[in-house]
């Protein structure tokens, strides 16, 4: 590599650091904003998340959890018995039916645990790779960098990835982004992608990565 591109790359790795490090300031204490107490539950309710805001998934599963606690209870019932518990969040049938026939494999097939193995968690219905993700960082601890729509958006915007569909993107935030910091990088781009960077009204001049920033 000739010197003058091996002081791009050098500056280049400083400014995702910088950014990396801005990120981990204004957003310390990171989480996901679903209400879960167990592996089951937070498939569950990120399942129940998709086009449908965490605050509304967290109003209907108090009383989900106290109906169905474990995959047990779930495989049990028809979708029909469980879609009156779902009915204020988007496309609750598909959800309904996603859910029953997620814990019958649960149970037959893994026990009654949530599996923690990529692998096997996409075999699951209503399961991507994104929700796969979540389930093995937040729930099991094991690094990943789940993409979703703000985590696509922003890492595209902070040119911390350029490729075009969501697998791509993860697997290059996974080379730009050390091990340690996958699971907190992808909660504080959701955080800048709900709070500044939004997709239709980014607030640049606002923005504390402005500087770092060519979008
Ligand atoms: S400067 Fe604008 S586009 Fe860049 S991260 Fe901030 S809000 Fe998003």
Redesign the pocket.
């Known amino acids: 590599m000739s010197s003058a591109k091996v002081n791009k790359h050098e500056q280049e790795k400083q400014r995702i650091e910088q950014v990396l490090k801005m990120l981990a300031i204004h957003y310390p204490q990171v989480e996901t904003g679903l209400v879960y107490d167990n592996p089951f539950q937070l498939l569950v309710a990120t399942v129940l998340s998709a086009q449908t805001t965490d605050q509304q998934v967290n109003k209907i599963t108090a009383r989900l959890f106290d109906a169905f606690p474990t995959a047990y209870e779930m495989a049990r019932i028809k979708p029909a018995d469980l879609e009156p518990y779902l009915r204020r969040v988007g496309l609750y049938r598909y959800k309904a039916r996603y859910l029953v026939e997620a814990s019958k494999i649960i149970v037959e097939q893994h026990g009654g645990r949530v599996p923690d193995q990529f692998k096997e968690l996409i075999k699951l219905p209503g399961v991507g790779r994104k929700t796969a993700n979540i389930i093995l960082s937040s729930a099991f601890g094991i690094p990943a960098i789940a993409v979703d729509t703000h985590v696509f958006r922003?890492s595209k915007?902070?040119n911390l990835a350029d490729e075009k569909n969501a697998e791509l993107v993860e697997k290059q935030l996974e080379t730009v982004v050390p091990v340690e910091d996958w699971v907190d990088t992808h909660h504080r781009l959701i955080a800048?992608g709900r709070t500044?960077?939004q997709a239709r009204n980014?607030?640049?001049k606002n923005?504390f990565?402005?500087e770092w920033?060519s979008?």
């Open positions: 922003v915007r902070l800048h500044l960077c980014p607030q640049c923005c990565l402005n920033c979008f």
